[in-house]
């Protein structure tokens, strides 16, 4: 079975950092780019960050950019994200998901369950 | 960036309703267009890639139709397990984006 387990999550005073992890199992990690995803409480999904399948190409939102790195350890399966400089305005579930490619498509699946990211003093 | 725009935002529906989605495009996307299902507490799960290929294990119910700027997600038939909120994404051109979410609520 395809899974991702996000661990990480957790209440962080403004300014501090935080680093999240997602750990894949049931495919070939080595071989997909991943991507973060973040959703603000009672709100939408927004797109954080992607990197390629060898670390050759990594991608961020403007609303992130200089201040979290997402990196990938293919030896153990798993994804990173390095958060920095939080804010009240990063509260949000963060989930981890597998980019898929197709003829002419490109989607997100599956993801993982979420982790919880509180900025808050 | 690419601005995704869903109407309505939320609907009441009853079981055995027709539902139809819309998600709009600020600029041309081609067939980069994908929907997800998300209930409460729970992470989204893909349905649609390319505006209309289901993914497997999808109820045929549910299609996905359009290319360019404008698109739809349609329940045929609307049953229970479909009441959740539905995302518009495009797979165009980084940033990816998504639209603000559909709520199908029970009527």
């Known amino acids: 079975e395809v899974q991702l387990v996000e661990s990480g999550g957790g209440l962080v005073r403004p300014g501090g950092s935080l680093r999240l992890s997602c750990a894949a199992s049931?495919?070939?990690?080595?071989?997909?780019?991943m991507n973060w995803v973040r959703q603000a409480p009672g709100k939408g999904l927004e797109w954080v960050s992607s990197i390629t399948s060898t670390t050759n190409y990594v991608y961020y939102a403007d609303s992130v950019k200089g201040r979290f790195t997402i990196s990938r350890d293919n030896t153990k399966n798993s994804l990173y994200l390095q958060m920095n400089s939080l804010s009240a305005e990063d509260t949000a579930v963060y989930y981890c998901a597998r980019d898929c490619v197709g003829a002419a498509a490109r989607w997100f699946d599956p993801w993982g369950q979420g982790t919880l990211v509180t900025v808050s003093s | 960036d690419i601005q995704m725009t869903q109407s309505p935002s939320s609907l009441s529906a009853s079981v055995g309703d027709r539902v139809t989605i819309t998600c709009r495009a600020s600029?041309?996307?081609?067939?980069?267009l994908n929907w997800y299902q998300q209930k409460p507490g729970k992470a989204p799960k893909f349905l649609i890639s390319?505006?209309?290929s289901l993914q497997t294990a999808v109820p045929s119910r549910f299609s996905g139709r359009g290319s360019g700027t404008d698109f739809t997600l349609t329940m045929s038939s609307l049953q229970p397990e479909d009441f959740a909120t539905y995302y518009c994404?495009?797979?165009?051109?980084?940033?990816?984006?998504f639209g603000q979410g559909t709520k199908v609520e029970i009527k």
């Open positions: 600029q041309n996307i081609s067939s980069y």
């Open positions: 049931g495919f070939t990690f080595g071989r997909y780019t």
């Open positions: 994404q495009q797979s165009n051109n980084i940033p990816w984006t």
């Open positions: 390319a505006a209309s």
